[in-house]
C-alpha cells in the first residue's frame, strides 16, 4: 500500500509559477514510476507529466512541454512539478499517481494508487 500526499497548489496570475509537491508514503520509493495528472470542472482526467522510477525517462503531454518539469528526490520519498508560464487553461485539481513499474505511463488507469489532488489556480 503506498499512500501520496500532494502540496504546493494555489491561486497565481497568468504567467506565474508554482511548484507541486507529491510525498510518498513507501519504502521502495526507488521502484516506483510516478505521474501527474490533472482534472478541470467538467472534463476528463488527462495526463500532465510522467517520470520513470530511475528518474531517467520524462513524458509530458504537449500542452506543458517547455513549461513544466517533473523531477523527484529519492532522499525525500518526493516527485515535483514545476510549473512555469501558467495559463488559466491549466486551472485543476493536481492528482499525483504512482505504480511499481520501471516505465511511467501517460494513461490514469496504468496507475495503482492516487493522492487527494491539490488545486491549481490561474487568474487571467
Not at 528518474?55 to 510549473?83: E, H, P
Request: a positive charge; hydrophobic letters at 40%.
Amino acid at each position: 500500500q503506498v499512500q501520496l500526499v500532494e502540496s504546493g497548489g494555489g491561486l497565481v496570475q497568468a504567467g506565474g509559477s508554482l511548484r507541486l509537491s507529491c510525498l510518498a508514503s513507501a519504502r521502495t520509493f526507488s521502484r516506483l514510476a510516478m505521474g501527474w495528472f490533472r482534472q478541470a470542472p467538467g472534463k476528463e482526467r488527462e495526463a500532465v507529466a510522467a517520470i520513470s522510477r530511475s528518474g531517467v525517462f520524462t513524458s509530458y503531454a504537449d500542452s506543458v512541454k517547455g513549461r513544466f518539469t517533473i523531477s523527484r528526490d529519492y532522499a525525500k520519498n518526493t516527485v515535483y512539478l514545476q510549473m512555469n508560464s501558467l495559463k488559466p487553461e491549466d486551472t485543476a485539481v493536481y492528482y499525483c499517481a504512482t505504480k511499481e513499474v520501471a516505465i511511467a505511463s501517460m494513461l490514469p488507469l496504468s496507475y495503482d494508487y492516487w493522492g487527494q489532488g491539490t488545486q491549481v489556480t490561474v487568474s487571467s
